[in-house]
């Protein structure tokens, strides 16, 4: 496996902790990885996706996360034609580690100004931090979520849940497709509303088996606000 300090400063320090922060630690490179985790993505689409981010500190990221092994360049087939950075499998086994940052991380958001920028797919990922693994469903099922900047495909089977950027593969329909704002999904996953009032306002729009929508939400444990 590649050096972790490649060319950037190490803490040269025998321990785990401070080896993955050699790896991760650096701005804006956590962001990164975690926008990665529901799929590859262009690096236009990166710098889009990061606002603050210069694209010379973008790119010296990519370039110490691939050294790394976190991350790598791939050229896609016709017709996408063009190049995409992924997770590499070691760079994957920081997504358990980052959910478990995120969910600690929740708990100071009150912190946070009231002028915050937000985006559909940090909150899906969050999906992924607060899924509660002790649900199960009783049928494989496949659900398309249709927000605010696209959309994006969860997928449960027994006690397992995958997310990702997209809409479902043909192979993959969705039994239910939902249409609704960033806003409406968080606060239907924060139980701040129920399916059934967001339907009956029109908050949320849907196509397919509607009873999948409560059974969507139910594999949740978001923190409910006060």
């Known amino acids: 496996m590649p050096s972790p300090t490649g060319t950037t400063r190490s803490y040269s320090q025998l321990c785990g902790i401070a080896t993955a922060l050699d790896v991760v630690g ?12 529901l799929g590859p993505l262009r690096f236009i689409e990166l710098a889009e996706g990061l606002p603050g981010i210069g694209t010379n500190t973008l790119t010296a990221r990519l370039k110490q996360l691939e050294e790394t092994d976190v991350v790598r360049r791939r050229l896609m087939p016709l017709p996408d034609r063009g190049t995409v950075y992924e997770l590499t499998e070691y760079g994957r086994e920081l997504e358990p580690i980052l959910m478990a940052l995120g969910r600690w991380g929740t708990k100071s958001m009150e912190r946070l100004p009231p002028d915050v920028v937000a985006k559909s797919r940090w909150l899906v990922a969050a999906m992924l931090a607060f899924h509660d693994e002790t649900r199960r469903i009783a049928r494989p099922t496949t659900w398309e979520l249709r927000l605010n900047d696209g959309s994006f495909t969860v997928m449960a089977e027994g006690t397992n849940l995958s997310v990702s950027a997209g809409e479902p593969d043909s192979a993959d329909r969705a039994d239910l497709a939902i249409t609704t704002s960033d806003e409406t999904l968080h606060r239907l996953l924060t139980r701040q509303l129920t399916p059934a009032e967001a339907v009956a306002s029109g908050a949320v729009m849907l196509e397919g088996r509607a009873s999948a929508l409560p059974r969507l939400i139910e594999l949740f444990g978001f923190p409910t606000l006060g």
């Not at 650096?26 to 985790?37: F, H, M, Q, S, Y």
């Open 26 to 37: 650096d701005r804006w490179a956590t962001l990164i990885v975690r926008d990665l985790l």
